[in-house]
């Protein structure tokens, strides 16, 4: 059964710190994606990674980073929380595209809810 | 103009009935769409793919594409309460990393 599992459910954190959310894929996927989604909004793109050290931005990356050290973790970073980073974080992993018919299914972890006071 | 735009919800219908969703996208060059169920408090997962013009059936579910008028749609017939949840419409980022571009999501309730 594929997984991709994150590392908390729910976080809570205060303004300024430096907040580390985990993503583990068991698929040996090598594209990786980092959404956050908020009530009206959809799923927004922050980063995505389609291999080993390879990153790139997606629509809103700002006061986000990540790190991908190991083809099955991919990792987001909030150098330093804000109250508007506030959300839901959900990551996925897929194959990659081998065509231009190819099927890109993103499998999602379970999310991680974010609370920055 | 936003890259992909879901009609706006929420949307309830009875038990029994058709429930349609829709989905407009900008990109001409789009080839695959896709249509994913978020249950509440879950995370979205796969239900149907689409990739020509016409319908694509699975179950209940059938999906619509018109890549003329840029839209695909999705009707589920036989609308269960099982069937409430958000529906959100994706189609591929225009780049060979598998990148989806969701659109803001339906949310459905199906009423006994």
């Known amino acids: 059964d594929v997984k991709v599992t994150q590392s908390s459910r729910y976080l809570v954190k205060r303004t300024g710190e430096k907040v580390f959310l985990e993503c583990v894929q068991d698929m040996d996927h090598e594209n990786m994606f980092w959404y956050r989604q908020d009530p009206g909004l959809g799923l927004r793109l922050i980063y995505f990674?389609?291999?080993?050290?390879?990153?790139e931005k997606g629509d809103i990356p700002e006061g986000y980073s990540v790190s991908r050290e190991k083809k099955e973790r991919f990792s987001l970073i909030l150098e330093s929380a804000s109250t508007n980073q506030t959300s839901m974080y959900l990551c996925a992993s897929s194959s990659p595209v081998t065509g231009g018919w190819s099927y890109n299914e993103q499998f999602f972890g379970p999310g991680t809810r974010l609370t920055v006071l | 103009q936003k890259e992909v735009e879901q009609n706006s919800g929420p949307l309830s219908v009875p038990e029994g009935a058709i429930a349609s969703l829709n989905c407009t996208y900008s990109d001409r060059g789009s080839q695959s769409f896709f249509w994913y169920r978020q249950y509440s408090g879950k995370s979205p997962e796969l239900i149907m793919s689409i990739y020509s013009n016409g319908d694509q059936e699975d179950g209940r579910f059938t999906a619509q594409l018109n890549k003329a008028s840029q839209y695909v749609s999705l009707l589920i017939r036989d609308s269960q309460p099982s069937d409430s949840a958000t529906y959100l419409c994706a189609v591929p980022g225009g780049t060979s990393y598998g990148k989806l571009t969701f659109g803001q999501g339906t949310i459905l309730t199906v009423h006994p």
């Open positions: 990674s389609y291999d080993v050290k390879m990153k």
